[in-house]
Each structure stands twice: as structure tokens, then as C-alpha cells.
């Protein structure tokens, strides 16, 4: 069979052009659909925790962070912290902890908690950033942070006894 090359363009063009609207969409940028709203971030879960002081009872609202990924974030990267809540770090045994500020924006206060659920060292206003490492004084089940000078505040102070789930109580 002899093509006739005349008749093969002609058909051709025709047939780009019957594709062509079909073809057009898959190389064409469109606006795509309206997208949802993305999902709120997970509200922050926080557990009861209250210490008893020399003034009274206090009541706080602690997020926990008892996985090595969760105490390795700690409270780095945030700008603030509510006035009555904090973080409380949890480990399965109680050894000599120290804490330091890295990447953190805000002081904060550092309570080293002993198995019994007392709070054997405070390392006050500890600075934003800095990398010095702050030692507990003694073995620590836990610590908790707060917003620098809350524990003053508070009336927290050495020897005061916390309540919380993780102490069995």
C-alpha cells in the first residue's frame, strides 16, 4: 500500500486536534479545589500535678514528656508557657540528671524530683540558650519545668512535697 503522504498529514493535524482538549488538562496548571482548613494542632494533653508548700497547695496543669524523643524536645522552641503550667519529665528510675537550655526561648525553673516525689534542687530562671549543663543535686525520678521565677512565686522550695500519678500517689 502506497501512503500518500499528503493524506497522512491532513490526518495528522486532525487527530492533534480531536486530542488535543484531552491532552490539555494534563499539562495545564489549574486552580486546584478549594482545600479544608487544615486540622487545628493537637491540643496540648496535660495531667494534674499540685505541690504542697509552706504557703498552701498549688495546682498545676503539666504536659508529660516521659519518652526519650519527648525529653529530648522539652520545651525547646516555645515562647511561652502558661502561668499555671509546665512540663514534668519522668524516667523509670531515679539517677543524677542534668538539664540545659538549648534552643530554648524562655528561662525557666527546674525542679529535680527524687522517687519519693520530693523536690530535692531548683535551678532558678535558668537562661534561654544556654548550653551549660544544670545538675540535679541528687537522684531524680522527675523534673519539672516552669516559667522562670514561678516557683518563687509559688512558694516552691526544697523538700516540698508533689503529687502526681507517676509517684503512686
Known amino acids: 500500500m502506497i501512503l500518500n ?87 523509670d528510675r531515679a539517677a543524677p540528671r542534668a538539664f540545659w537550655m538549648r534552643n530554648t526561648y524562655i528561662p525557666l525553673d527546674i525542679l529535680y524530683i527524687g522517687a519519693n516525689g520530693r523536690i530535692i534542687s531548683i535551678a532558678a530562671n535558668a537562661q534561654p540558650f544556654d548550653e551549660t549543663p544544670i545538675p540535679s543535686r541528687g537522684d531524680a525520678k522527675a523534673v519539672l519545668e516552669l516559667a522562670g521565677g514561678r516557683a518563687a512565686q509559688l512558694g516552691i522550695d526544697l523538700g516540698d512535697q508533689v503529687h502526681h500519678k507517676m509517684f503512686g500517689q
Open 5 to 91: 503522504m499528503r493524506n497522512v498529514g491532513r490526518t495528522a493535524v486532525l487527530a492533534a486536534a480531536m486530542l488535543a482538549p484531552m491532552l490539555s488538562g494534563a499539562c495545564r496548571a489549574e486552580t486546584p479545589p478549594a482545600v479544608a482548613a487544615a486540622p487545628a494542632v493537637n491540643a496540648v494533653v496535660t495531667e494534674p500535678l499540685t505541690i504542697d508548700t509552706t504557703q498552701g497547695t498549688v495546682a498545676l496543669k503539666v504536659e508529660i514528656a516521659d519518652s526519650d524523643a519527648e525529653r529530648e524536645q522539652g520545651l525547646m522552641y516555645r515562647t511561652t508557657l502558661p502561668a499555671d503550667g509546665g512540663m514534668l519529665f519522668i524516667w
